[in-house]
């Protein structure tokens, strides 16, 4: 089983719509989670650290499932800047290195 | 602030040939890592560093050599290049465990 998981997509939604993303992990003892946004091209860039009580940052709300494992990304009112890859990121146990998930493709329409 | 810097932002290597990836941090930070990203798939670690004096492998280090000098410097050296070591690049660093990492802009590297 990979560390992290992700569906690949691409998840093709019309402007205005509400997306979410999921994303799993396999080591319970993981400390620290994100999810990071990645242009065509470009280096990632953090888009939101996920905490155990949920956060909430303008139209994206991240939330964390410890007793299941998985962490979710909300996207609310989609423009067609938020077309990217989401790749979601788990620091484990040690606290020291970052594993990527392969990222789920997301492509905002007019 | 510069924050992450990779250079170069482009190189072609013929097999066989060797290059080191250069990367240099202004943020002070002490963790640094070395990833590799092939077309549509997710970032694998190559190489990480804790601080000056110290490296550990990642996923895939075979084929590579990393040094930590300095708390600023941490390249990437690839002695024989081959075919499968084409790839995208990326050096990021941190400041503290468990906290966020942030990315150079990355270096594309052909081998042919």
């Known amino acids: 089983r990979k560390e992290v998981e992700q569906d690949p997509g691409p998840f093709n939604v019309p402007e205005g719509a509400t997306v979410a993303f999921n994303c799993t992990y396999s080591?319970?003892?993981?400390?620290?989670f994100f999810w990071y946004r990645q242009d065509c091209r470009k280096e990632p860039k953090l888009l939101m650290s996920?905490?155990?009580s949920g956060n909430e940052d303008g139209r994206f709300t991240a939330q964390l499932n410890r007793a299941s494992q998985y962490i979710s990304l909300l996207i609310r009112d989609s423009k067609l800047s938020d077309s990217a890859t989401y790749l979601c990121?788990?620091?484990?146990?040690?606290?020291?290195?970052?594993?990527f998930g392969t990222g789920t493709r997301l492509l905002v329409s007019p | 602030n510069a924050g992450v810097t990779q250079t170069p932002k482009f190189r072609i290597l013929k097999i066989g040939q060797s290059m080191t990836l250069q990367c240099t941090q202004d943020?002070?930070?002490?963790?640094m890592y070395w990833y590799r990203q092939d077309p549509g798939m997710g970032l694998k670690l190559i190489y990480y560093?804790?601080?000056?004096?110290?490296?550990d492998k990642g996923e895939v280090p075979n084929g590579y050599n990393v040094s930590r000098s300095t708390t600023e410097d941490f390249p990437l050296r690839l002695e024989l290049a081959a075919p499968s070591q084409t790839s995208v690049y990326f050096c990021?660093?941190?400041?503290?465990?468990?906290?966020?990492?942030?990315f150079g802009q990355g270096t594309r590297l052909t081998v042919v």
């Open positions: 990021a660093s941190s400041g503290q465990v468990n906290t966020e990492a942030f």
């Open positions: 080591n319970s003892a993981s400390q620290s």
């Open positions: 943020m002070n930070h002490n963790y």
């Open positions: 996920v905490y155990s």
């Open positions: 990121v788990v620091i484990g146990p040690g606290g020291e290195k970052l594993v």
């Open positions: 560093s804790v601080g000056a004096g110290i490296t």
